[in-house]
């Protein structure tokens, strides 16, 4: 079965920087899509960054552009996200998924910028 476990997360101060990571494993994740979701408290569920799987082209959510890489290793089954220049906005449990809108996502970690 598909499986998603994120890690990497914690509390930084305004301008500070974390890298998420996200072990996949129940699925052949060099053929998938592979997506960054983030939801902060009374808030809708919302995506920040996409790769895809071929030529690892990637979209970012307008917040997200400049500050956020992407990135993953099919040798690995892993994603990341680079997270720099980080803001008190970006405060928010973080999930990696297999479609856009976060259906099928991990446990998520948790990023607290304060």
């Known amino acids: 079965h598909v499986q998603l476990v994120e890690s990497g997360g914690g509390l930084v101060p305004p301008g500070g920087s974390l890298r998420l990571s996200c072990a996949a494993s129940?699925?052949?994740?060099?053929?998938?899509?592979m997506y960054w979701v983030r939801q902060a408290p009374g808030q809708e569920r919302e995506g920040v960054a996409a790769?895809?799987?071929?030529?690892?082209?990637?979209i970012y959510m307008d917040s997200a552009k400049g500050r956020f890489t992407i990135s993953r290793d099919n040798a690995l089954n892993t994603l990341y996200l680079q997270m720099n220049s980080l803001k008190t906005e970006d405060t928010a449990m973080y999930y990696c998924?297999?479609?856009?809108?976060?259906?099928?996502r991990g446990q998520g970690t948790q990023v607290t910028v304060s």
């Open positions: 998924a297999t479609d856009s809108r976060g259906t099928r």
């Open positions: 129940g699925f052949t994740f060099s053929t998938y899509w």
């Open positions: 790769i895809y799987s071929g030529d690892g082209s990637t």
